[in-house]
């Protein structure tokens, strides 16, 4: 337990340590506030639901760029020789670089509690869809670090990992969004849209927490993130 | 302390360790010696466990390195070659990481940390960020990160290599001290760094170990071809027939004539008296003894003659 909160100090304090965290935390906000506003005042309902509906898609290009340097910079620096020679599990490893990652995306989804505010200021939302839509949002966004840093792990190359990140998060996200659905046999429709990220977040954002959805996120976490752990101990086939 | 059997590593076709056994006691400096790409490093993170060998075992401290991988990386303290660091991490920030997850008490990590400072000499650059200092620095930070849990076993991949002379001597001297009480293996190419700081040498070449000794002991089996050098005030002709008449001189290495002086190197049998044969040679033809020496081998030879 002590291992992964000492990674996941270091880890957290790496995003700081760079002008990573800070570019990413500006664009970031700036970006959806922009993208929220635009529709906002148009639409002229006091609804945050536009945010969340933004949030699939900006997460994303956002999150494998959190993502690409767990590993990738390791490999590249040379550092991950030094990691794997301390007296380390490789799962405590894998799960406080995850945490690091969690807790600065958390972090950074919080920050736009802003939009919450002006919200609250012009109408007189429900505050159910916004809790959950908050606690979807950052559910889904664990899933996509789990996947984004599983495909960190698979090259010593930030860009091809940020690159693989996106991949990977779109296919697993479109396959339950309608216009796939409608293009494949009847009888697989269900599995795809059961295993689609974004399906699940919809009824998040309408304010229903389902036990089914918070399943479906938890397991893409613990899948990717066993996957993850298998890439590490790959180093020690023979 | 370590034993290492038979092992062997692969990549693709290149085989990096071919069947290497050795063994290390406890307390005792080993300096792995060997050309560059000759499987130093590859041994060296077989042992820390970062990598796995294709076959045979190895233990270190009585626990063996793949089923009890994580009880070997506590012992074991390890300087990676070049020494990677965390470029973003400032200095104090990383000796604590390093302490915590070495699982030195919160009470006692201070105290270590500040030691490490001491003896790697790292007061000047304590508030820089690791990335902003030069290889030399960097260089220490690595030796400190691998002592600060003060560990039965130091593996060292090239430990002095980008430091300045003084340095050096510093980082030799420290060896030389942990290795009184602690088992040290390091690896370097420089061999006035084995002389200096080791017990005793493996010297490995192409992934075979290829000798095995105290740094004398290996410079005397080189010592099998001694040369002697001598300059005589000689006329050459003369001197050449009374040389080949010579049985225990084996071949001439070297030979130059310089107006009336002849400088010569002759590679002789061991254990002959050739110089005082050569001085009464002298003596009876009445000519001018300028020099004569035996050059004894050194370690540079054993190296040469084993590795090329």
Not at chain 1, 153 to 179: K, P
Request: aromatic share 10%.
């Amino acid at each position: 337990m002590n291992d992964i909160v000492a990674i996941t100090k270091r880890e957290f304090r790496a995003y700081f340590d760079s002008p990573i965290a800070y570019v990413f935390m500006t664009v970031f906000l700036v970006l959806t506030g922009w993208l929220f506003y635009k529709g906002f005042f148009i639409s002229d309902t006091a609804s945050i639901r536009m945010f969340f509906s933004l949030l699939p898609w900006v997460f994303l290009f956002f999150i494998p760029a959190v993502t690409m340097r767990l590993w990738s910079e390791e490999k590249k620096l040379g550092t991950m020789e030094l990691l794997m020679t301390l007296p380390l599990r490789d799962i405590d490893v894998v799960i406080g670089k995850f945490t690091a990652a969690f807790l600065f995306l958390t972090s950074t989804v919080i920050l736009t509690f802003p939009l919450v505010i002006s919200v609250n200021k012009l109408g007189n939302p429900d505050p159910g869809p916004i809790i959950g839509g908050y606690i979807g949002a950052i559910l889904m966004g664990g899933a996509y670090l789990a996947i984004g840093m599983f495909a960190s792990s698979l090259t010593e190359n930030q860009i091809t990992s940020f690159i693989l990140g996106v991949v990977m998060c779109f296919i697993l996200f479109i396959i339950g969004e309608i216009f796939v659905l409608m293009a494949v046999p009847y009888s697989i429709v269900p599995l795809l849209k059961f295993l689609g990220l974004g399906s699940h977040f919809e009824s998040i954002g309408r304010g229903v927490l389902d036990s089914r959805d918070l399943l479906y996120y938890l397991s893409v976490i613990v899948f990717f993130l066993f996957l993850n752990i298998r890439s590490l101990e790959s180093r020690q086939w023979k | 302390m370590i034993e290492v059997k038979e092992l062997t590593k692969r990549f693709g076709t290149t085989v990096a360790v071919r069947n290497v056994s050795f063994s290390v006691p406890a307390g005792q400096v080993l300096g792995f010696l060997g050309p560059n790409g000759a499987g130093k490093t590859t041994t060296m993170r077989i042992l820390t466990g970062f990598i796995p060998a294709d076959s045979g075992s190895a233990s270190v401290g009585g626990f063996d390195i793949y089923t009890q991988s994580l009880d070997v990386r506590k012992k074991i303290g390890y300087l990676p070659e070049n020494a990677p660091l965390y470029h973003d991490m400032d200095l104090p920030d990383f000796l604590q990481f390093i302490a915590t997850v070495r699982k030195i008490p919160k009470n006692k990590r201070q105290k270590a940390i500040d030691k490490m400072v001491q003896t790697c000499g790292l007061e000047s650059v304590l508030f820089k960020k690791i990335g902003e200092l030069s290889k030399g620095f960097r260089q220490r930070v690595g030796l400190a990160q691998a002592m600060i849990h003060d560990p039965d076993i130091l593996v060292l991949d090239e430990p002095t290599s980008g430091l300045d002379p003084n340095q050096i001597v510093e980082i030799r001297e420290l060896i030389r001290q942990l290795g009184k009480e602690k088992t040290v293996i390091l690896s370097t190419h420089i061999l006035q760094e084995v002389t200096a700081t080791c017990d005793r040498i493996l010297i490995i070449n192409d992934g075979k170990l290829v000798a095995d000794g105290t740094p004398d002991n290996l410079a005397a089996q080189a010592a099998g071809d001694a040369i002697l050098w001598c300059t005589l005030k000689a006329p050459a002709d003369q001197l050449k027939t009374e040389i080949s008449r010579m049985t225990f001189v084996k071949t001439i290495h070297y030979w130059k004539e310089n107006g009336d002086r002849v400088r010569l190197g002759l590679r002789c049998a061991p254990g002959e008296d050739i110089n005082e044969r050569l001085f009464h040679l002298a003596v009876d033809k009445e000519w001018i003894l300028l020099e004569l020496h035996w050059e004894t081998a050194s370690l540079e030879d054993v190296f040469a003659r084993l590795t090329t």
